[in-house]
């Protein structure tokens, strides 16, 4: 499968290299790196998409809320990144459920985590799917609070 997350945020080592644009508050490798800072409307994602998947979305934001400081970025063609250094926690919006990705300092090769991999020695991306408001669980909340920690504290 393709890992937009990875595409646009495997060089983890570098952090302390971003450039933060200040129109935007994008951040990107290459200082003045060219770009729109137009911001696409997230809204647009769940055009068209069941009514369930924006409930889903706005559920797991408030209790992400509850971890602490954040900001999102939607970019094409379906993702919105949770970002504070940088990304902790990426929703995809997909036909008929949210893929929902974050990093773990090591492999939590278990159900429902469907797909993972590991980006460097302490920092594994896992995949888990969700259509359904019961699926958003204690443990993918767990997973996703370790995933806000680990990337604060990196
Ligand atoms: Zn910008």
């Known amino acids: 499968m393709r890992y937009n997350f990875l595409a646009l945020h495997s060089n983890l080592g570098n952090l302390s290299n971003m450039w933060t644009c200040p129109q ?11 770009h ?8 647009s994602f769940f055009l068209r998409r069941p009514a369930h998947l924006k409930k889903l979305y706005d559920i797991i934001k408030e209790k992400v809320n509850g971890l602490g400081e954040f900001r999102e970025e939607a970019v094409l063609p379906d993702v919105i990144f949770f ?22 300092d090591h492999l939590e090769d278990v159900h429902p985590v469907k797909k993972y991999l590991q980006t460097s020695k302490r920092r594994f991306v896992h995949l888990v799917s969700i259509d359904d ?10 997973w996703i609070s370790h995933s806000y920690k680990l990337i604060k504290s990196s």
């Open 36 to 43: 729109s800072c137009k911001q696409v409307d997230k809204e």
């Open 83 to 104: 970002k504070t250094k940088s990304t902790f926690l990426a929703i995809k919006v997909k036909k008929a459920w949210l893929d929902i990705e974050f990093f773990l």
């Open 24 to 34: 935007c508050k994008r951040t990107f490798r290459n200082t003045n790196q060219a």
């Open 133 to 142: 408001e019961k699926e958003i669980d204690h443990q993918l909340m767990d």
